[in-house]
């Protein structure tokens, strides 16, 4: 029998060999001075290497900085300069290695840049502990312990689409074929789609078109960059979870419709990290309603993510047509395995190294 999680999935000129992906999380590994800063080391080579290994259909990479002041933590992984691109070639050469489509989350962090490594606290550092003013939308800050950022001109502005184009270009130099645009959890492109965090009164804040005006942008640079073969993502918050304040789902449905006219193919659908104080429902598949009325209302295919931890959970969401694919976030980092083991539960196959024949 073939499932749905083990079917192949071609989008543009990408055949995607099956259907259980790997959800881009921040490792916070990376130098945090000197000349490697922001490259992915050792760490990520064994840490992505083991997934795709693993039989993984796709692996996002982790949230990688367009700028150095685009990082959320001094530890994160970036984009912003050619040295960096050779160091992403590793990765990129393993997975593909291993029948894995290597994928990459282009990221700015806006207001919630500067922070200090996660697994040290994750505290913003001052400017003499290697931080830095983060940049937003507006001056509000995103917490009481938080910075208030540097609101961006309008040349600044453009200096956010120009590095997305930028970073779309090296991560075709370092052999990604899949590109995500990050605009969500808070960070600077969900900044300006949330009305929270955009106080602007230019042709990028108030109403819809205006609030949605840079992350289309970003898309249509991104797709001018990267031509008609590569798919490109868009990650979504769906819901602020204080609606009717914030940005809410049917904005999240109508952008949806949008950013498929501007060539995005696929909207992972995630939610929430737009304030503090939201009272988010966390429970097996929570975010996966938001990414079946996507795919039912506008048509554009949709990855589902949050708690989706079991084969046939996975493959019930696929079976039932609420996404096109699944991002399995931290169950894979419990089993970098998930996608063989979960094509054993199924009865299907999946990818296989050579040295493990007799398994
Ligand atoms: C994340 N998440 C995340 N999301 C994102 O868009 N970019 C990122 O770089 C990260 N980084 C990150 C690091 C770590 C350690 C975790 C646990 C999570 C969110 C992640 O992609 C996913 O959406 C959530 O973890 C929910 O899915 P799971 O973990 O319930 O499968």
Redesign the pocket.
Known sequence: MTSNLFTPLHIRGTEFPNRAWM??????SADTSGPATGAPNDWHVQHYGSRAVGGTGLI?V???AVTAEGR?SIG?LGIWNDDQVSAHRRLTDLMRAHGTVPGI?L?HAGRKATSDL?FNGGRALAADEGGWTPVAPSAVAFSESRPVPHALTRDEVEGIVDAFAAAAQRALDAGYEVV?I?G??GYLLHEFLSPVSNRRDDEYGGSFENRTRLPVRIADAVRAVVGEAVPVFF?VSATDWIEPEGWTADETVRLAAVLREHGIDLL?V?SGGSVPRADIP?SPGY?VPFAARVRRETGLPTGA?????EARQAEKILADGEADAV???????REPYWARRAAAELGDEAYKPAQYGRS
């Open positions: 959800a881009p999380m921040c490792q916070y996002l982790e949230a990688t959320i994160d989350q990221a996660e995500e990050h969500a959890h990650r992972d995630s966390s975010q993510v949050g708690l989706i931890t991002f399995i976030g931290r169950e894979m980092l």
